[in-house]
């Protein structure tokens, strides 16, 4: 079996002492988002799928696109999945985000509730599965923390940091906010060291 000469020139390196370099762990993207990076930020629900697309600009990020997918209550869960997958592929479509951040999974008491939101979660991940994108999850306590600082913070109050700190003429919708907060967050967490990686899905 051959070896290539930069092959070589690492075994010599490593036998002669020289510290390896650090390699990612999974779910660890290679370095920190480089300017210009769109991030796609979801926060699933059969009724309600909040979206929101940001770029990594300096000074600080631009807003690209948000807003919630909505289906009625009137429509059986087959029709909202196809319109939560048909849309999601229309906003990859234009806007090519290159990391997709999803709210993580939380203990619901109901059951029902929890396989309704599951079957929402699976049709948006699957969308964005299929365009290549690494997809994240951070739980619904650190992005509160991280953007509005207490892990407890109200709807509206994240609501009005992300507008406040996206510069959005008006206030986000509820789910759309959310999904803003999870793709700022996911920007910041970014561009700093971390000893711990996030989840990747």
Request: glycine residues 8%; positive net charge.
């Amino acid at each position: 079996m051959g070896i290539s000469t930069q092959q070589f020139k690492q075994m010599q390196a490593r036998l002669a002492g020289a510290p390896r370099k650090a390699q990612p762990g999974p779910g660890v993207p290679a370095g920190p988002l480089t300017e210009d990076t769109v991030i796609l930020g979801l926060d699933p629900s059969l009724r309600g799928t909040g979206y929101g697309v940001i770029q990594t600009t300096r000074p600080s990020p631009r807003t690209l696109a948000h807003g919630t997918i909505r289906c009625p209550a009137s429509w059986p869960h087959s029709r909202c999945l196809v319109k939560i997958a048909q849309t999601l592929r229309d906003l990859v479509r234009a806007h090519q985000p290159a990391v997709c951040v999803v709210e993580g999974l939380f203990y619901a008491q109901n059951l029902r509730t929890a396989l309704i939101l599951g079957e929402a979660r699976g049709a948006a991940l699957a969308v964005v599965a299929e365009a290549g994108m690494e997809v994240f999850e951070i739980a619904p306590r650190k992005v509160k923390q991280a953007i509005v600082g207490y892990g407890a913070a109200q709807k509206t109050a994240v609501a009005r940091m992300v507008q406040r700190l996206l510069g959005l003429p008006d206030l986000p919708a509820p789910d759309a906010a959310d999904a803003l907060a999870l793709a700022l967050t996911h920007a910041r967490e970014s561009s700093r060291y971390r000893l711990t990686p996030r989840q990747l899905i």
